[in-house]
């Protein structure tokens, strides 16, 4: 349809401010005014909330709509059973209490967008909704009703009001349904308040069709965690849910074979990080097992530090767009994941407004980072940084920094993130913060500056890896090539400002991007690639600020594009394949966003055309820009010229008005070459990666290799760019099946518990939502070709129909089914069914295949047990078998064993017969030993009684003897005999055991004995040796001694004199050896000594308080160490022996020289 722009008069149903409001002198009067006064003034209807807040009663009532009745609690027509109390009905009589005409707002004919919103003729105690002129709706009842009017009472005020402009109430049974296509009146304020009832009870998702509403509750809501995930996984809850969606997607996937993807748009501050990673939540926990699915959730903190800054609107919200693309396996099992980011808002790195904060991470590190770190990046508190304290907001009520600091440094190591890259990455943030600090000086008068050294500048050049001379000549000059020759240019004071704010800024951006290589490294899939993924989209949401710039407008427009995506699958895809599939259909109007996305992209004069081209004018300001788009785009609906630099857009969610300045240096998004060798000769690794990174894009972006000309490198555009990613990203999304996620914020203020009608109802048009109801409640959502419906369905019929064309087998099985002509529509190659049809079939489908797999079952049941009976049976005939021969082999064994035993027992039992036999015997002989020499030696001092026993002994040989005893003394004699037996064995026990200890200590003398003579003829040896030397030095002095006895005593006198010093050496020779000979017997008797008395301890013949073994290895080491010593001197001694022997054989020498000459003189 042709999108005209509309006029301003009553745009409260496309997109009403909620401050807008309309003056009684120019407002339309459509309702006849009542007799009474005007309270309007007196109770303002603006005035509906109390403090800025709400109530659980002031979020129903004071805006029309009823709060709960507990007695209707347990309605049981309810799906909630609950049911709303109505209203009182108040006397039409109470004139004084009429609410005046102009206080209400309602819409004309020509503007309702909605079916139901048609002329309603109100008839008597119907509900009824009206508008009133703040834009709020308020909910009334009929009291009476005509042609031209009805009387209807709205909160105890009597109102006349046209019929026309009367909106039906739906009846209290479908208040708070889960799913607005279930509404019988789907207009505004029916959608509002069913919202607003769902939103009062913590029901925060509602579904809209195939789209899921999601209003943020600004609080935990107990909807979340493994209970309810396993719930939504076997299907045991089906309640409008984030988990139903993932469940849905992740199903579709493995059914249909299918890459889905789940997009999530909304205002920012509508929740839409946290429904991204809601979403993750349930894909990790359906398809974890292998590890990765955590190492995914833990890129959110880790994105969100880097990317994610405090704005006025979001404490959290989102300054770059995120695609996640989880992949699965065959099995459905997370096999990776990638992460693709776009434009982020490199600006807020250098620029922050009041009320505001730079990313998360900057605080983060200030905050949170341990001592050694903190020293290494000689880090300040945040206030002390210029890029930081440009706001006054450092700190976010109910945020941790410092915790949320560890928690990131925890995900880092999770992602595998080494250290050393971690210490990088934290090394260039601080170098960020500390360039914002470098401070400069105009030096003339055309206002040159230079580089304040400080100790900002110091610091910064410490962490990025340059000297300081380095970077100053980068921020304080340019170098510009002229032919052949390369000029150095100073820099003025705004120059060198944006120099150092673009190195910050591309530092930052660059550090991103690497981050984001990084984490795709950790998560990437490899081999295991299958083709299946899901992606889920979370992007910044429609922006409009009292004043918007660049990053506004490109946001806006991703979130046009976005929202073509969403027209083109929900609203033209829908009725174009009605249409081309020739079924009866009524074409749904919907507002296209085509005109609007032609404004930004038309070639050669839409905006981005013509942005880039003014971005390549040397001399092009963002005042020119302004211009020319005035002067080229003032025809065009979408386009409204502004004085000055301003122009407004009309998007599809309302008119921006954009300001130009900055758009064509953020557009350039210029940095000098000088920066870039600055970065590419640093000594540290991550500056280098980030100029190679530089370079290459500009060569890819040029078509041709870089050349160090001094100009600045950027050679696209940010906005082309940006366009560039947005277009692979729509044919990405368009290879998917998409599944929608609308996240609406209830108020601008993040409380829990507010909820704003307008702020609402306008995020809800902007989102094409009730569009979405409308079509797929009077459309068909759910369609299947007939050759799959028929080969899913087709077993179903009681026929065969395995010779007929699918279309006939589809239609056989809609009327056996008795399926309504209503409810579907055949077309030429699909069949159309309305919302819950094809669940019927699937029902069906789902039941037969169970009584069939029951029927299988019992039948393979009975099969298996037949054979088992018969293996049983067999196996008992087996086991017989076997049995039998066991037992009989173990029979014969147990009659082999009888048989054995018997003998053995035979031969015991004859041992211990004659055993005891012997043992009475000898018992016996001892008794009669025994009494006999107890007889003797009683009898022996009696001589009667002894011829009497010699007697009795004399009978006893005659054969007459006769011993009369007494039975006690033999009993007596008895015992005396066993303790005789008894202590005569411990005797022998003990003489054992003695005898044992005596061999024992003679074999150990007998080794004592052996060890003590070896030792002794060591000794011997060593001191014969010592003798034999001692007796050998005796004589060789003796013989010295003898030489001199052939001397005359002339001779003598003549030597007398050199040989007293000859003399008197060899008697202290003789010395020496004396006492080593003194020396040596000394030692050896001491030594023999000690050695006997240790001998004698061990052998036991002496006492002593010592162990002989440790004294004989100490004497042993004392004897060595003493004849090591004695050696050595005895050598000492030869030596000098030896040496008095030669001046003894030279003097002899010299006398027989003597001796020679004097004879040959006698001679002659």
């Not at 709706?137 to 005509?146: A, H, I, K, M, R």
């Not at 942005?611 to 004018?617: A, G, M, N, V």
């Not at 369609?783 to 129909?801: N, P, S």
């Not at 080491?1117 to 000492?1132: G, I, P, V």
Request: a neutral charge; charged letters at 25%; glycine letters at 6%.
């Amino acid at each position: 349809m042709e999108n005209e722009r509309k006029p301003k008069d009553f745009q409260a149903l496309k997109s009403l401010p909620i401050d807008f409001k309309y003056a009684d002198s120019t407002g339309f009067h459509p309702i006849e005014h009542s007799e009474g006064g005007d309270p309007y003034n007196s109770e303002k209807v603006s005035d509906l909330y109390e403090n800025g807040g709400y109530s659980k009663e002031d979020v129903l009532s004071s805006q029309g709509m009823e709060t709960v009745s507990e007695t209707d609690q347990n309605d049981e027509d309810s799906p909630y059973r609950t049911k709303m109390s109505k209203l009182a009905e108040v006397s039409s009589e109470n004139d004084e209490n009429s609410v005046s005409g102009s206080q209400l707002f309602l819409p004309s004919l020509d503007e309702c967008r909605w079916s139901d919103k048609s002329v309603y003729g109100g008839k008597k105690k119907l509900r009824v909704w009206c508008q009133l002129r703040n834009g709020q709706w308020e909910l009334g009842t009929v009291q009476s009703t005509s042609e031209e009017e009805c009387t209807i009472i709205m909160n105890g005020k009597v109102v006349n009001v046209h019929p026309e402009y009367l909106l039906p109430a739906n009846p209290d049974i479908l208040v708070g349904v889960n799913d607005l296509m279930q509404l019988s009146y789907l207009n505004e304020p029916s959608v509002l308040h069913n919202l607003q009832y769902r939103y009062s009870q913590d029901m925060i998702y509602t579904k809209a069709g195939p789209v899921l509403v999601a209003i943020n509750p600004f609080k935990a809501v107990p909807y979340y965690g493994n209970d309810y995930i396993e719930a939504y996984r076997r299907k045991k809850m089906d309640d409008p849910h984030v988990y139903a969606i993932a469940d849905l997607a992740i199903r579709e996937m493995m059914r249909d074979e299918v890459n889905q993807s789940i997009i999530i748009s909304g205002e920012s501050g509508a929740g839409k990080t946290e429904t991204a990673k809601i979403a993750m939540q349930y894909l990790a926990a359906l398809g974890g097992g292998s590890g990765i699915e955590y190492e995914i959730l833990q890129t959110n903190p880790i994105l969100e530090a880097f990317g994610n800054a405090k704005t006025l609107r979001n404490d959290n919200s989102s300054r770059f767009g995120k695609l996640i693309e989880i992949q699965f396996s065959v099995t459905g099992k997370i096999s990776g994941a990638n992460v693709q980011t776009f434009l982020l808002e490199k600006s807020r790195v250098v620029q922050c407004t009041e009320g505001e904060r730079s990313y998360h991470i900057f605080y983060q590190l200030c905050a949170g980072a341990p001592p050694a770190l903190r020293g290494k990046l000689r880090l300040k508190s945040a206030n002390e940084y210029n890029y930081l304290k440009q706001s006054t907001c450092f700190e976010i009520d109910g945020v941790d920094d410092a915790k949320n600091f560890c928690t990131l440094m925890e995900a880092l190591d999770i992602v595998h993130v080494s250290k050393e890259d971690q210490d990088n990455a934290f090394t260039m943030l601080a170098a960020v913060l500390w360039l914002g600090n470098i401070s400069f000086q105009v030096i003339d008068n055309e206002n040159h500056v230079e580089v304040v050294s400080d100790e900002a500048l110091k610091n910064a050049a410490d962490l990025i890896g340059c000297s300081v001379d380095n970077l100053v000549l980068a921020l304080s000059t340019r170098k510009i090539q002229a032919g052949n020759d390369a000029i150095v240019q100073k820099l003025k004071l705004p120059q060198a400002t944006d120099t150092r704010d673009a190195l910050a800024k591309s530092i930052y951006a660059s550090l991103f991007d690497w981050l984001v290589k990084q984490i795709n490294k950790s998560l990437e899939v490899g081999k295991r690639r299958t083709g299946r993924s899901i992606s889920i989209l979370d992007i910044y949401g429609f922006e409009s600020f009292h004043t918007n710039s660049f990053e506004q407008f490109c946001i806006n427009y991703a979130n046009e594009r976005l929202q073509q995506h969403f027209n083109r699958h929900l609203f033209k895809l829908e009725q174009e394949e009605y249409i081309q599939d020739g079924i009866d259909w009524t074409k749904v109007d919907f507002e296209d966003n085509q005109h609007c996305l032609n404004l930004f992209e038309k070639k050669p004069l839409g905006l981005l055309s013509l942005l880039d081209e003014e971005s390549t004018f040397p001399n092009g300001t963002d005042l020119t820009f302004a211009n020319k788009l005035k002067q080229h785009l003032s025809s065009n609906a979408c386009f409204k010229g502004e004085r000055g630099k301003a122009f407004g857009v009309a998007h599809y969610a309302g008119e921006v008005l954009y300001n130009t300045s900055g758009f064509l240096e953020k557009n350039r998004d210029l940095l000098h070459s000088d920066s870039i060798q600055l970065l590419s000769s640093c000594r540290y690794k991550l500056p280098q990666v980030f100029a190679a990174n530089m370079l290459n894009q500009s060569e890819k972006s040029s078509g041709q290799l870089w050349r160090s000309t001094g100009v600045d490198l950027q050679r696209q555009s940010v906005a082309t760019k940006f366009k560039g990613q947005l277009f692979r990203l729509m044919q990405r999304l368009e290879s998917t099946t998409p599944h929608f996620i609308r996240c609406i914020k209830p108020n601008n203020m993040q409380l829990p518990g507010i909820y704003e009608q307008g702020l609402v109802l306008q995020q809800l048009k902007c989102c094409g939502v009730l569009e979405v109801v409308r079509i797929s409640r009077s459309g068909y959502p759910t369609r299947m070709t007939h050759q799959k419906f028929a080969r899913r369905y087709g077993f179903l019929l009681l026929e065969d129909v395995a010779s007929r064309d699918p279309l006939s087998v589809s239609v056989a099985i809609l009327h056996q089914f008795n399926i309504l002509p209503d409810m579907y529509q055949v077309g030429y190659t699909k069949l159309f069914f309305r919302t819950g049809q094809i669940g019927v079939l699937e029902d069906t489908r789902n039941r037969t295949l169970h009584g069939i797999l029951g029927v299988q079952k019992c039948f393979r049941g009975h099969q298996v047990r037949g054979h088992f009976q018969e293996l049983k049976k067999g196996v008992a005939v087996l086991q017989s078998f076997v049995r039998g021969e066991r037992a009989r082999r173990e029979y014969e064994i147990l009659i082999r064993r009888h048989r054995a035993a018997v003998v053995i027992q035979r031969e015991v039992k004859r041992k211990v017969a004659k055993k005891h036999f012997t043992d009475y015997r000898d018992a016996a002989v001892v008794i009669q030993s025994v009494i006999r020499g107890w007889l003797v030696r009683r009898c022996s001092g009696n001589l009667s009684l002894l011829e009497l026993t010699m007697k009795m002994n004399g009978l006893k040989d005659s054969g007459t003897e006769l011993i009369t005893m007494k039975a006690w003394e033999l009993a007596e004699l008895q015992r005396r005999v066993v303790r005789a037996e008894a202590s005569l064995r411990e005797k022998d026990e003990e003489n054992e055991l003695l005898h044992q200890k005596l061999h024992q200590y003679e074999s150990r003398w007998s080794e004592y004995e052996s060890k003590m003579k070896s030792m002794e003829e060591v000794w011997q040896n060593q001191m014969g040796s010592l003798q034999t030397t001692l007796a050998s030095a005796k004589r060789s002095l003796e013989g010295d001694e003898g030489w001199n006895f052939g001397i005359s005593p002339g001779q003598k006198k003549e030597e007398a004199a050199g040989s007293r010093h000859l003399e008197r050496e060899m008697s202290a020779g003789l010395s020496v050896i004396e006492r080593l000979a003194e020396e040596f017997e000394g030692r050896r008797r001491v030594f023999g000594d000690d050695a006997d008395f240790l001998v004698e301890v061990k052998s036991g013949r002496a006492e002593a308080g010592l162990d002989p073994d440790i004294e004989l290895r100490k004497l042993k080491r004392l004897f060595d160490a003493w004849k090591k010593d004695y050696n050595s001197r005895l050598r000492e001694t030869k030596s000098v022996l030896h040496k008095l022997g030669n001046e003894e054989a030279q003097a002899e020498k010299a006398r027989r020289r003597w001796w020679l000459r004097r004879s040959n003189s006698r001679v002659m």
